[in-house]
Nanobody, 121 residues
Framework: VQLVESGGDSVQTGGSLRLSCAAS????????MGWFRQAPGKEREGVAA????????DVADSVKGRFSISQDNAKNTVYLQMNSLQPEDTAMYYC????????????????RGQGTQVTVS
């Protein structure tokens, strides 16, 4: 399974970004896909997850109301829409996939991309 993120950028406070994650090599091991982030000196933080078959989504309390996750099954792509960005959202954002959603939330997913940087100032 390969995951390739895109869409990271530097934005001003209050701005928006949409991250994309293109997945290839889908298998049953990618039952859940989502995003986690890691800022310098901080622990990994799960941000959002989506169950590929049902489309059920979960979003972390810290970003609820501002971030949303969605998928385009035809394109094998998962998106993270981020609105009202704040400086504390600055981090490297990783796309992740696993059959166990708890691992995804801990930032320990079996598969992850290289990350895309989001900087808010």
């Amino acid at each position: 399974v390969q995951l390739v993120e895109s869409g990271g950028d530097s934005v001003q406070t209050g701005g928006s970004l949409r991250l994309s994650c293109a997945a290839s090599g889908y298998s049953s091991n990618t039952f859940c896909m989502g995003w986690f982030r890691q800022a310098p000196g901080k622990e990994r933080e799960g941000v959002a997850a989506i169950y590929r078959s049902s489309g059920r989504v979960d979003v972390a309390d810290s970003v609820k109301g501002r971030f949303s996750i969605s998928q385009d099954n035809a394109k094998n792509t998962v998106y993270l829409q981020m609105n009202s960005l704040q400086p504390e959202d600055t981090a490297m954002y990783y796309c992740a996939a696993d059959s166990v959603v708890q691992r995804l939330w801990r930032g320990e997913a079996r598969y992850r991309g290289q990350g895309t940087q989001v900087t808010v100032s």
